[in-house]
């Protein structure tokens, strides 16, 4: 069964510091990986995918196929990145996204 | 706001009461999907229509579940005979065509007491 998994309900930091948000899947063929974030009060909005291999708003992740991970990094977190984070993966036909449990992140001052 | 839009945003309704949902997608987007989101969980799949014909349905898409997207346009989500377990968040997102970002609506919060 397709799954994406992120262990974390909820991750705190201070401002400044290093964020790492984890995710893994488990997934038949190669499926794209995306972030997607939902600040307070906001739509469900996509942050960044792997294939583009962009760095948005500071954040990068890594697709690792030989740890069937993709983790969310910043390495100077702010407090405008408070928000709630979820890994998905798309399936090889194009047509559905799986979503892990979303992860909170609070950046306190 | 030229996003996706859902309607009515809230909606509390008695249990065994039928309920309907609109989405209007972005213009010209070909793809809609369905998702539910319950509390503390991501959201899961519901169903999705590429222009009016619906091409995938999610187990969790129960024969009181019907969705529709007659023009290729709005779709309706309608639930018959809600349950208490159909409590959660519905969302709509639509897409140009495959592999393109995903767009998602505000989402419609349902209710059953």
């Known amino acids: 069964a397709q799954r994406v998994t992120q262990p974390e309900k909820l991750l705190s930091v201070f401002k400044g510091a290093p964020v790492e948000l984890k995710c893994n899947y488990s997934?038949?063929?190669?499926?794209?990986l995306f972030w997607y974030v939902q600040y307070s009060r906001q739509r469900l909005q996509l942050l960044l995918r792997?294939?583009s291999r962009e760095s948005i708003k500071g954040f990068t992740a890594d697709l690792n196929k030989g740890e069937t991970s993709f983790h969310l990094k910043k390495p100077f977190a702010q407090e405008e990145d408070s928000a709630m984070y979820y890994c998905?993966?798309?399936?090889?036909?194009?047509?559905?996204?799986?979503f892990g449990g979303g992860t909170r992140l609070m950046v306190k001052p | 706001d030229t996003g996706v839009s859902q309607n009515p945003r809230h909606k509390i309704t008695k249990r065994g009461q039928n309920v309907t949902f609109r989405c209007d997608p972005i213009s010209e987007h070909n793809r809609l999907y369905w998702y539910r989101q319950t509390l503390g969980q991501g959201p899961e799949f519901l169903t999705y229509?590429?222009?009016?014909?619906?091409?995938?349905k999610s187990r969790l898409l129960s024969d009181r579940f019907s969705a529709e997207r007659p023009k290729g346009s709005f779709s309706t989500l309608e639930i018959q005979r809600t349950e208490q377990g159909d409590s959660a968040m519905y969302l709509c997102?639509?897409?140009?065509?495959?592999?393109?970002?995903?767009?998602f609506g505000q989402g419609t919060r349902l209710t059953v007491v």
């Open positions: 997934y038949s063929g190669s499926p794209e």
């Open positions: 792997h294939i």
């Open positions: 229509f590429q222009n009016e014909a619906q091409l995938e």
């Open positions: 997102a639509s897409s140009l065509n495959m592999n393109t970002e995903a767009f």
């Open positions: 998905a993966a798309l399936n090889n036909a194009g047509n559905m996204l799986t």
